[in-house]
């Protein structure tokens, strides 16, 4: 379990009625003698009667029972069973089916589904092949063959991971393996009322958008990839990018090709499913991805993110309401904010 927060910030999520902070503490109410989770739908109480405690254990020791109505004592043991399962997915040597996954931990199968999918933010299947296609991404790194990355990661055939895998990795897997080698990236800079926005595309998406960046980024994410400027045909998709920072509340459609871990990759989702106009505590997103404690590690994901506004991790923040931190800078990360109103 985290370290219970401060007063301060449990108050801000108990008003704000935080779900990414359920299990990480409860509040009790003297004047009722029970105790709650922090996104309880009950009328919040009078700050001067409410109390905090790391769990239900510790507000029953301190006088206090559990709320009928929102259950506190279930949240400790609803996450401990999504990070069992996804324990199980990680260690599995073989497909773990819902009915088998939901058995090892104790719930029902459609019951585990939906709360499975509350918690990561993605269902148990859609995490299992997260996690393949992670390991198939790492693998093609320092294996020399293909064939034997693909194995060594977990696919029954070749054939489950070019039609599972491979259209989420966007490069090829030879030119995964082989650091880019054979694609062709193209690029521009771009003006943008936030700055110059460096824009780059395989053929498959937007790989790369940056402020303040140049062509050698590139040649220092992609060493073996072919890089040249961008042709008339390019300008057009560099439009849209500038379109969608001048107005980041406007739903875009681009094609990305962005990879990171299954860790970075679920963060990342996260992020695009928060409506505009919206933010998400780093708490929250580590919660979606699957890994509630790794809070720091939700953070450094954000950071990772290698397109610019297209996945908006501008609307991650603090626990405590805080801005944290932007890659492109804390003035640009208001400035986003603000024109999402």
């Known amino acids: ?22 299990g990480r503490f409860v509040w009790g109410v003297r004047s009722t003698g029970v105790y709650c989770k922090p996104s309880c739908p009950a009328r919040r109480p009078r700050r001067e009667n409410v109390s905090f405690h790391a769990d239900g254990a510790a507000a029953r020791a301190a006088g206090f029972r559990a709320c009928k109505r929102c259950r506190p004592d279930e949240v400790a043991r609803d996450e401990a069973a999504v990070a069992q399962a996804i324990a199980l997915l990680k260690a599995a040597e073989h497909r773990l089916a819902l009915p088998e996954l939901a058995a090892a931990v104790g719930y029902a199968p459609h019951h585990f589904q939906r ?18 296609a992670g ?15 693909i194995y060594d990661a977990g696919y029954s055939a070749p054939s489950r991971f070019y039609a599972s895998a491979a259209p989420r990795l966007g490069m090829a897997p030879k030119a995964w393996a082989r650091g880019g080698a054979g694609e062709v990236i193209r690029w521009t800079i771009a003006e943008t009322s936030l700055g110059p926005l460096l824009i780059a595309a395989t053929d498959k998406g937007l790989c790369r958008v940056a402020f303040d960046a140049d062509a050698e980024d590139l040649t220092r994410r992609f060493p073996q990839a072919e890089i040249v400027a961008g042709d008339a045909a390019f300008a057009g998709l560099a439009e849209q990018v500038v379109a969608a920072v001048e107005e980041p509340a406007r739903a875009h459609a681009l094609p990305l090709d962005v990879r990171g871990t299954a860790f970075q990759e679920a963060v990342w989702r996260a992020l695009a499913a928060v409506p505009a106009g919206e933010t998400l505590s780093y708490a929250a997103l580590a919660g979606r991805a699957g890994r ?40 640009r990360k208001a400035a986003l904010l603000a024109r999402e109103g």
């Open 115 to 132: 709360l499975f999918t509350r918690i990561v933010g993605m269902s148990p299947a859609a995490y299992a092949r997260a996690l393949r």
């Open 292 to 331: 509630p404690q790794a809070v720091r590690a939700a953070g450094s994901a954000c950071a990772a993110n290698p397109v610019a506004v297209l996945i908006p991790c501008h609307r991650a923040r603090r626990a405590d309401g805080g801005a944290g931190g932007y890659a492109w800078g804390l003035e």
């Open 1 to 22: 379990m985290e370290t219970l927060p401060d007063p301060e910030t449990a108050w801000t999520a108990l008003i704000a009625r935080d779900r990414s902070f359920d």
């Open 135 to 149: 390991a198939a991404a790492e693998a093609l790194t320092s294996e020399a063959s293909v064939t034997a990355a």
